[in-house]
Every structure is written in structure tokens, then in C-alpha cells.
């Protein structure tokens, strides 16, 4: 079985700063994916970003990317610039690629983004 | 864009019921997913279903059921709800296949019981 911990429960950041997430793992597979997802207070959960395992150059997305340590079993997300839009829960998943699309969650970081 | 649809944003029920949630989707997608949603303990996966007619197991699946009747179709079921099952419900689908991995969810039904 797999699990996903994430140890920042909140996070607050200034407008235009940087955040990093942080998010680990356990897992024996080795073909797999990882994700993070965002959940703003409209609760409406939407794909940040998403890491394939075999791959390892790091995932980006405009302002989101992530940094992947395989052997370390960490995926973190660091957010550029960030929005008053970025104010949500963040939740860090994992997908093994042999089992269908069930994706296992970590607890969630609720970040604030400051005005 | 995909839309997954769940029938109530809020509910609220009496211990004892039988809650049914419901949850459509609208691009064809073969699997469909039930998951619950806690403070610090993140997403929980109830039920999944590949296909009409088939379910399998998650997490949690104790005090749930669902049924798959239509492919576009996921119902949570729960048989008699009890206070322990106030929560946030989140369905979820996603097409299937080699590389098609991202999940789609609606928008949550928070469900009381009292």
C-alpha cells in the first residue's frame, strides 16, 4: 500500500513571493505517477501538475513546478509569483500505474496567499 | 470541458436513513471513483468502478455501497447513515487507458447527519 504525508497542515505567503509544498511518499512500485492538486474554496478540485515517475526532468506548468527526488521519495511544488488566486488546499497524490486511475491523497496544505 | 455533476452541494440527514448520492459525468470516461474528504486525513477512496455493473472495494468501503447502472452513472449509497459519516463526498471520473490519468471531480456534497 502506498502513502502520501504531507507536514505542512497551513502555509501563508506573500503576493508575488515564492512557497514550496512539501509532499513525501512510500511506495515498492516503480512505475507510477504523482500529482498536485489544488482546491480553492469553491471546493472545485483542479490538476496543478503532474510528475511520471520514469521521467526525470521536473514538470512544470507556468508559474507551478515541481522537484522530484525518486530516491528520496519526495515531490514537492513550488509556486513562482504567487496570486491571491493561489489561496487553497493543496493536495500532493499518487497514482501506481499498475492498479487503474486510484489515486491516493496526502492531508492537505491550506496555503494563504497575503495581500 | 469534462463535467462531473453530484446531485446536492449540501445535505442533511437523519441518523438511520438511506442517502443516496448521486454523480454524473459527461465525456464517456471509464472509471468513476467515490472518495471522502476530512480535515488532515486528506481524500479517502470508498468505491471505484471501471465499467456498468462493476465496483470494487477502496479504503473505507465499510457502511457504503454503490450501484453502476449507466456508464455515465455513479450512485454512493448509504445503507443507514450514522453521525460518523458527516463528511464531504467527492466523485470523480477519469477515461482510462495508458496515459490517461487525470481525474476530474465535481464539486463535493457535504453531508450532515444529525
Known amino acids: 500500500a502506498q502513502t502520501v504525508t504531507q507536514s505542512q497542515p497551513e502555509m501563508s505567503v506573500q503576493e508575488a513571493e515564492t512557497v514550496t509544498l512539501s509532499c513525501t511518499y512510500d511506495t515498492s512500485e516503480n512505475n507510477y505517477y504523482l500529482f498536485w492538486y489544488k482546491q480553492p474554496p469553491s471546493r472545485q478540485m483542479i490538476l496543478v501538475i503532474r510528475?511520471?515517475?520514469?521521467?526525470?526532468q521536473n514538470a512544470t506548468e507556468n508559474r507551478f513546478s515541481v522537484n522530484f527526488q525518486k530516491a528520496a521519495k519526495s515531490f514537492s511544488l513550488k509556486i513562482s509569483d504567487s496570486q491571491l488566486g493561489d489561496t487553497a488546499m493543496y493536495f500532493c497524490a499518487f497514482m501506481n500505474n499498475n492498479a487503474g486511475n486510484m489515486l491516493t491523497f496526502g492531508g492537505g496544505t491550506r496555503l494563504m496567499v497575503k495581500p | 470541458d469534462v463535467k462531473v455533476t453530484q446531485s446536492s452541494r449540501y445535505l442533511v440527514k437523519r441518523t438511520g436513513e438511506k442517502v443516496f448520492l448521486e454523480c454524473v459525468q459527461d465525456m464517456d470516461h471509464e472509471n468513476m471513483f467515490w472518495y471522502r474528504q476530512d480535515p488532515g486525513l486528506g481524500l479517502r477512496l470508498i468505491y471505484f468502478s471501471y465499467d456498468v455493473k462493476m465496483k470494487e472495494k477502496g479504503d473505507i468501503p465499510e457502511g457504503y455501497s454503490v450501484s453502476r447502472e449507466k456508464k455515465e452513472r455513479f450512485s454512493l449509497i448509504l445503507e443507514s447513515a450514522s453521525t460518523n459519516q458527516t463528511s464531504m463526498y467527492l466523485c470523480?471520473?477519469?477515461?482510462?487507458?495508458?496515459?490517461?490519468?487525470?481525474?476530474?471531480f465535481g464539486q463535493g456534497t457535504r453531508l450532515t447527519v444529525v
Open positions: 470523480a471520473s477519469s477515461l482510462g487507458g495508458t496515459g490517461n490519468t487525470e481525474a476530474f
Open positions: 510528475q511520471e515517475a520514469y521521467k526525470q
